[in-house]
């Protein structure tokens, strides 16, 4: 069975950082992109960006470009979501994601999905 | 950008009522790269259909999905007590985006 198994929750405080890991396991790691998805409280869903840890392939989406650092480990099977400058306003669910990449840039959808790791930032 | 409008904000209903929940895109799309997710309180999103209308592994045949064009539809044909809950479009035609969702309770 495909899971994705996340670090658990982190307090922070504006202007800190923030790293979230993701343990992939039940699949071909370096075969499918992987994705972050932040979820802000009572809002709906925003995507972060995606890789593929098979050639380090990575996309950004533009809204969080210049704060987020998307990487993995293939021999841990490991993918990492790397926050800085924190504010107020990142407080947030962050969940890791299988991504189907359907080409173009950052078409496809999300078929497995992480429990979510809480940041809250005060 | 193309933005998802889903619609109503919030659908009260009883179960084995019937839930149509609608999914409006800003352009018409040329495929059928629509999905639906599932998020219950304190749980991650689950996938239910993928490219408009194929149910996930696992999903419930009560589960369909049909659209095209701008135009999209998720229905629950009898809702079960584990079917309230909030659900949200997303789109891969261009890019990707989601929609703001739609939450199903029980009336």
């Known amino acids: 069975d495909v899971q994705l198994v996340q670090s658990g929750a982190e307090v922070k405080k504006p202007g800190e950082s923030l790293k979230i890991s993701c343990k992939a396991s039940?699949?071909?790691?370096?075969?499918?992109?992987i994705a972050w998805v932040r979820q802000m409280p009572g809002k709906g869903l925003e995507w972060l960006g995606i890789m593929y840890p098979g050639d380090s392939d990575t996309r950004y989406n533009p809204s969080f470009q210049g704060q987020v650092t998307i990487s993995a480990d293939k021999s841990t099977t490991t993918a990492y979501m790397h926050l800085i400058s924190l504010k107020a306003s990142d407080t947030a669910m962050y969940y890791c994601?299988?991504?189907?990449?359907?080409?173009?840039?950052?078409?496809?959808?999300?078929?497995?999905w992480g429990q979510g790791t809480l940041a809250t930032v005060s | 950008e193309i933005v998802l409008t889903q619609s109503p904000g919030t659908l009260s209903l009883s179960p084995g009522e019937r839930a149509t929940l609608s999914c409006r895109a800003s352009?018409?799309?040329?495929?059928?790269?629509l999905v639906w997710y599932q998020q219950k309180p304190g749980q991650a999103p689950r996938l239910l259909i993928y490219d408009t209308s194929n149910r996930a592994t696992g999903v419930p045949h009560r589960f369909s999905g049909s659209g095209s064009g701008t135009d999209f539809t998720l229905t629950i044909s009898r809702l079960e007590p584990e079917d309230f809950a909030v659900y949200y479009c997303q789109q891969y035609e261009t890019s990707l985006t989601f929609g703001g969702g739609t939450k199903v309770e029980m009336k």
């Open positions: 352009q018409s799309f040329t495929t059928d790269y």
């Open positions: 994601a299988r991504f189907i990449w359907f080409g173009g840039d950052e078409r496809g959808y999300f078929d497995y």
């Open positions: 039940g699949y071909t790691f370096t075969s499918f992109w």
